[in-house]
């Protein structure tokens, strides 16, 4: 008997070593409660000399007055100006930007509307992002759920755990799709990316937030 025991042990450390077993590293979920004022920064990005090429920050004052600064490779914007608070739910805030003094410098290869700001973000806890309505969203850890809108492009969750967006709905290549697995645990949805070097790796996409998504771009700077 012990001899059985032995060998059964011996077969699947053997199967472990040949197939692999790691453990899912799911990113920490580092959000909190905190009022409006403050400086919010996107995650920077860096080249290979170690310089940033992407940020975007984002100051609100304490008397409704803001600062705006990004360098999106090359392309940057500054601008100033008045916001307003306003309720979208119980949870998340519209934040509403008066645009007064804006400034860009530019290089040919790249689209200088992509350093623009928003006139319009959204608040959840301590990030600034965009919301999508997703009314009766299940609850369940993968889902059948497509997201629409007028110009027929739309973004579809699969039943077996794949992500992506169409261009078109009533052409999207759904079968070939399969580079984005999806997860949601609890209020938080979570994406793995093919071929971004970590694929046990699962980071934060999107919070359920009542009838919405909410996906962060920028998080409030510890003070």
């Keep these: 008997m012990r ?9 699947i450390l053997m199967a472990i070593s040949i197939t692999g077993c790691s453990k899912a590293d799911y990113q920490k979920d580092e959000s909190y409660e905190t009022d409006i004022i403050g400086t919010y920064k996107i995650r920077s990005e860096s ?5 940033t090429t992407y940020y975007k920050q984002y100051v609100l004052n304490d008397d409704n007055t803001y600062n705006y600064e990004s360098n999106v490779f090359g392309t940057g914007s500054k601008s100033s100006g008045n916001y307003t608070i306003n309720n979208e739910t119980e949870n998340i805030l519209i934040i509403d930007f008066d645009i007064i003094n804006c400034t860009f410098t530019d290089e040919e290869s790249v689209n200088i509307n992509s350093a623009k700001q928003y006139k319009k973000v959204y608040k959840y806890k301590n990030m600034l992002g965009s919301i999508i309505e997703m009314k009766d ?3 369940s850890e993968t889902f059948d759920y497509i997201i ?7 973004i579809v969750f699969t039943k077996d755990g794949y992500y992506h967006a169409c261009i078109n709905i009533n052409n999207c290549q759904c079968d070939y799709a399969k580079d984005t697995e ?3 645990k609890d209020n938080i949805i979570y994406f793995n990316i093919k071929g971004s070097g970590n694929d046990n790796y699962w ?3 999107d919070y359920v937030i009542g009838d919405y998504l909410f996906t962060p771009e920028l998080y409030k700077a510890e003070e």
């Design 3 to 11: 001899r059985k025991i032995i060998k059964v042990t011996i077969l």
């Design 47 to 51: 080249g290979s000399d170690n310089e």
């Design 137 to 139: 969203l299940p609850t």
């Design 148 to 154: 629409t809108n007028e110009t027929g492009s739309a």
């Design 182 to 184: 999806y997860i949601r």
């Design 203 to 205: 980071q934060i996409a």
